[in-house]
Each structure stands twice: as C-alpha cells, then as structure tokens.
C-alpha cells in the first residue's frame, strides 16, 4: 500500500485504463453472464452498503430480498407454505438470495444432507449424489467440501441425461439427483419428469440447476416442464445475474419446503437476528434492489422480448452456420449453440488471436460453444460467421 493516499484524479484514470483491458462483452460468445439492465445498476447504487448478512439493520434491503423471493416463487410455481414468522422462511415462499449458482448448489446439496440428519435417518458411510456428466464444475467443490460421492451419469445422445444411467448408480446411500434445466455447455434441459419420478419412488431429494435457463425456459414459446410444478422437485437455484439482467453477485436458491432453510440454520450471537442459514454472512443487499428492480421494470412481457431476441440470434447463427457446412451438435433448445467444426482447439484460439472473438469449447465431443446473449446483435453474429469461415479455410 502506498504510504499517502492517490487524488480521485490520478485513481479513476488508472481504473479507466485498467477497464479499456477488459472486453465490455464486446465479440464475447462465450459468457453467461452480460451487461446488467441500467435500472439494475441504479437500484445497486442506491443500496450500495446495505448488508444482508445482518437483516435487523437493513430492513428496507431484507424487504426487497423477500419481494425477489416472492416473484420468483410465482415464476418457478413454488407452493405457498403457512409458516410461523420466526421459522426460516418469512414469506410464503421459501428461499434466499445467494451469490449465484455455485453458492445455490452447495447450499441444495447441504440441505439435503442436513435434512436427513435432522430427520434421525442414518446416512451411509459416504453418502452419494446422482448428478448428470453435463453438471456444472460448482458440483466439483460439493464433492470437495462436504464429503459426499459425487456420481455422473451418462447422457443421451440429446445431451440429457439418461435416467436408466442415473437408477443405475443410484444406491442405499443416495441421498439426491441433480437434474440441470439448461446445462452450461449445451444449453439442453434434462429429463425432470422422469428424475422427480425416480426421486418420488425413492423417496430421496431432487435439486433443478436453472442457474442459465431459469430466466430462459419460463419465457420460451413452449415451456419445459423443469419447476416446482413437477411433483419431486425439492430446490432449484436460478440466477439474476445470467438472463435475469441484474447486477453479480444474483443468485437464487428456492426450496419446495421450510425444513430445507430450518436445517441450513447456524446460530449468530452477535448479529441483530439470531439465527443465519445462508453459506457467506455478509450479502449484498444492493444486489437484491438490482434484481427487483429489473424484474418489476421487465415484467413477463420484458423477459419473453429478451428471450425471443436471443432465440432469434440463436436461429440466425444456426440456419447461416448450416449454409457454410457447419451443423449444430443439436438443435438448439435455449440460446446456446456447440457447432461441429473441424480442429475446434484451433479454430478457437485463431478467432481469438485474429479477430478478437472470445468463443468456448463443449468437453465431449469437443465443439465450438458459443451463447447468444442481449449484449450480441445480428451484425456480430454476421461478422462471426464471416471469421469463422476464414480461419477454417486456412
Ligand atoms: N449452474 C449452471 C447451469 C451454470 O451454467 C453456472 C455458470 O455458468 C453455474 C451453475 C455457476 O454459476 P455461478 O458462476 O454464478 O456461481
């Protein structure tokens, strides 16, 4: 640290040379994540220092987070629950705001466990999930963190995953299956009916990551059925701050039932509530503003315009892809695209070296990913193809 302090001056124009180094999302197709809606920005500013993890301070803040939880309960189709004001959920609908899938996902697959403590059923010496081979790395640190087997199962050739796969390693020391409702690399949704009906017949937990298609799949011409209203569906985790436009860190974890947040709890003695069932102690309650804000701003009719805007781009890349001779894996089901082209290593590093295009590769088999977002236009996705066509005629 410098031993007396820089002027305003000299600082912001480090930070705005520091900023021209980072892309803007300009030619980005590979992130999830985009520019947040400008009511999202202000609302953030507006809450700047209010802090979540001490809810007796920040009323007005715990408010809005309850508000968030509210309408996406309504979106998601989670049940209202009748519950005494001092248990974990305060609204009917249960749930918190998190830092984004991750932290949802570790908290799913703690309530699951910790439900299961509580209820005095014995867990297996190591208990075990049943997660798709497409699961997202977060459930990586799951395994890491909390001791449980993490096991994958195999996908179809639709890039689901196969629920024969899944009963196949599924045992008594299972504790949940994860179902993904837009996976990362593929942007497919799996099979929930028949893993909520695998998850019912054994009696065990089923958690939805709708990190990605939770502000996708509600607002598509024909809905999947991924949310609360699949009987089975214990949790899901879906994110402002992907296509809900908010501001990072905007994550959501909604559980079916109040015993999941009960059995979160830790006791806080020096905080201004007693009890904490969120993984960080501070949050962001700027966040939370973010994402109300942007929600009451769009409404449904806001969000179906910003999914049908990335569909179209989505369709435009696929249907000019194909007359170049390049075909999708598969059709695309939300705004993500893996295109088969030859040497995709290559091709990558080329339309990042050559053009400033910053595209992803899908693990197996290994092919371009790229994410059609509210930050892309019709030009970008033109010129793309245009590059694309360069570097793989080399
Ligand atoms: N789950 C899915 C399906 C995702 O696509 C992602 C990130 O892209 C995550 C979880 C992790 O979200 P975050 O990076 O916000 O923690």
Excluded at 369 to 388: G, K, S
Aim: charged share 25%; with cysteine.
């Amino acid at each position: 640290m410098n031993e007396q302090g820089l002027s305003e001056k000299e600082i912001f124009s480090y930070l705005e040379n520091v900023k021209s180094e980072d892309t803007d999302y300009y030619r980005v197709l590979s992130s999830m994540c985009t520019h947040p809606h400008k009511i999202a920005v202000e609302a953030h500013r507006l809450f700047i220092e209010a802090n979540l993890g001490d809810l007796g301070l920040f009323a007005g803040a715990h408010s809005l987070e309850k508000e968030v939880i509210m309408m996406l309960g309504e979106l998601l189709h989670a049940p209202s629950v009748k519950i005494p004001v001092e248990k974990a959920c305060e609204s009917s609908v249960c749930g918190y705001l998190t830092t984004g899938g991750t932290e949802s996902n570790i908290q799913a697959v703690r309530g699951m466990k910790n439900v299961i403590t509580a209820g005095k059923k014995e867990l297996g010496k190591i208990p075990n999930i049943v997660i798709p081979e497409s699961a997202h790395f977060s459930f990586d640190k799951v395994a890491d963190m909390m001791g449980i087997e993490v096991r994958r199962a195999l996908l179809d050739s639709e890039f689901k995953v196969d629920p024969a796969s899944v009963e196949s390693l599924m045992d008594a020391n299972t504790i949940g299956l994860v179902g993904i409702a837009g996976n990362t690399e593929f942007g497919q949704i799996d099979p929930v009916e028949e893993l909520a009906k695998l998850a019912r017949q054994h009696e065990i937990f089923l958690h939805i990551d709708a990190a990605f298609g939770g502000f996708v799949i509600p607002f598509l011409e024909n809905p999947y059925p991924f949310d609360f209203k699949v009987q089975g569906v214990t949790s899901i985790a879906i994110d402002p701050h992907k296509m809900g436009l908010s501001t990072i860190p905007s994550g959501a974890l909604l559980f079916r039932s109040p015993s999941f947040l009960d059995s979160l709890k830790v006791s806080t003695p020096y905080l201004t509530t007693k009890e904490q069932f969120t993984l960080t102690g501070t949050r962001s309650g700027a966040s939370a503003a973010a994402t109300y804000a942007v929600m009451k701003h769009l409404g449904r009719e806001g969000y179906v315009k910003n999914v049908q805007y990335c569909m179209q781009l989505t369709a435009k890349l696929v249907e000019e892809a194909r007359k170049l001779g390049f075909e999708p894996l598969l059709e695309p089901v939300m705004n993500v695209v893996a295109l088969r082209v030859p040497s995709p290593d290559l091709v990558r590093d080329q339309l990042l070296r050559k053009f400033g295009w910053n595209v992803s590769i899908t693990r197996t088999p290994r092919s371009l990913r790229l994410v059609l977002m509210p930050h892309n236009t019709a030009r970008d996705v033109e010129e793309f193809l245009q590059d694309l066509k360069k570097v793989t005629a080399e």
